[in-house]
């Protein structure tokens, strides 16, 4: 509902205010915003397939294809500026203007393609817009569920999220390798156009509750110093949040498996195209969806599970597979082998968006998320630009497998590392265990 000054807070029959709803799915907020999620996803994995598959074909190179790659993950690059605007501005024209944006942009390609101007440097160019487009999405997603539903549903909000979106990924990775191989990849985007302006409407119909906190988290006002003074001061607030507490381990762990993971990316057309091709490489895509979406989907039930054992273990299992995945004598074992690696993952990633939520300041959620976003996924577009390289002078199988070594050093550096593979189980954690100390209110750090 919206106040009588246009504030908008939760309605208490839609579930937002917790006690009132035997379940998540009464909440009308987050089914919007799940039901959005689920489309704007579609679309991503839609164009990311149609587009990496389009630059291997048309240059037949797995360095141009690495370029394109580390230009689609820009986002992990760039997280860090989107945070503190999130953490401003008004979240729903921010969630609309992004779906908006990558549905005009989409269309660019079939249209050059039907006046014969479709080249791999239109797509190169396409690409970065696309991509600046989502900046937003995953420091939105963070901020914006525990204005949604309560603390004691985070968890399997974040899961649900996880599992529609992998799920989604598994399923439009692997329709959208055939979609290409039968009609062609420049026919997907026009589909693809139509999804993002379903997510814009339903991203248009969510009412978001107004942040607890009515005044700035860091005690400041526009008239405190230019804008551009306070978005540096929100950073540094970021900063000062993970300083010196567990994160920032966790965030080297995750930069080195993100690394590995755009190596992965890069060369995957090519190795999808010699186990078969475009079919075959989007079974592979969606192989690494269904390991995520197994993986999200069992984390509720590893909540009371030692979180540094689950990383020690998790990690080094699925680098097993994944290096198995790389040597394996048919294509069919290479797409399972492949999948089991990133069950590990799947599960990680539900549980630290839980972590985030539960263990950092809520008022400084979107900052933080993006430092640490930015932090840990600024490696996925630099593992791309060098997956493409290596696999020019090793072969896209012995690059493959070489990129396992991401999972492989997460499993022996907590091994190594007494700190990490005593961390508590997720449902068990609270700031002290993780070191993380909630700045006070207007906290001045100049």
Not at 127 to 135: E, G, I, M, S
Not at 347 to 372: E, F, M
């Amino acid at each position: 509902m919206t106040t009588a000054d246009g504030v908008e807070t939760a309605d208490p029959s839609d579930g937002t205010g917790g006690a009132a709803a035997p379940s998540l799915w009464r909440n009308r907020g987050f089914r919007r915003f799940f039901a959005g999620q689920f489309v704007t996803n579609a679309g991503d994995s839609l164009y990311s397939v149609a587009l990496l598959w389009l630059v291997f074909d048309l240059s037949g190179s797995t360095t141009i294809t690495g370029v394109a790659s580390a230009l689609l993950l820009l986002p992990w690059l760039l997280q860090a500026l989107a945070g503190p605007v999130v953490d401003r501005l008004p979240l729903r024209p921010v969630l609309v203007g992004s779906q908006v944006v990558q549905g005009v942009v989409v269309l660019v390609l079939p249209l050059a393609a039907a006046t014969g101007r479709l080249s791999v440097a239109l797509l190169l160019t396409v690409v970065p817009v696309l991509a600046l487009a989502t900046l937003p999405m995953a420091p939105m997603q963070a901020t914006l569920l525990p204005r949604l539903v309560d603390e004691t549903r985070l968890s399997r909000a974040n899961s649900a999220l996880a599992a529609v979106t992998l799920g989604l990924d598994m399923v439009f990775d692997a329709l959208g390798g055939a979609f290409v191989a039968v009609f062609g990849a420049t026919t997907l985007f026009l589909l693809d156009s139509a999804t993002f302006a379903v997510a814009g409407l339903l991203f248009a119909g969510v009412a978001i509750p107004a942040s607890g906190d009515a005044e700035d988290p860091a005690g400041r006002s526009a008239a405190d110093g230019s804008v551009l003074g306070s978005y540096v001061a929100d950073l540094r607030d970021g900063v000062e949040v993970l300083r010196g507490t567990v994160f920032v381990e966790l965030v080297f762990l995750t930069a080195v498996a993100n690394l590995a993971t755009g190596v992965t990316l890069a060369v995957l057309p090519a190795f999808g195209d010699g186990l078969g091709g475009p079919a075959v490489y989007g079974l592979l895509l969606g192989a690494l969806g269904v390991g995520r979406l197994v993986g999200s989907l069992v984390a509720p039930a590893l909540e009371r599970v030692a979180y540094g054992r689950l990383l020690l273990v998790g990690h080094s299992v699925g680098a097993c597979c994944w290096v198995a995945a790389a040597y394996a004598p048919s294509p069919w074992l290479a797409v399972v082998l492949f999948g089991l690696a990133w069950v590990p993952a799947g599960a990680s990633g539900v549980l630290t968006a839980t972590l985030n939520q539960t263990v950092l300041p809520a008022d400084r959620l979107g900052r933080v998320s993006s430092l640490k976003g930015t932090a840990s996924g600024a490696t996925l577009p630099l593992g791309s630009l060098a997956g493409g390289l290596v696999a020019e002078l090793l072969g896209t199988t012995a690059t493959m497998g070489l990129a396992a070594f991401g999972f492989g050093f997460t499993g022996c550096y907590v091994l190594l590392r007494p700190r990490l593979r005593r961390l508590p189980a997720v449902s068990d954690a609270d700031p002290a265990a993780f070191d993380v100390t909630v700045p006070a209110d207007g906290d001045d750090r100049a």
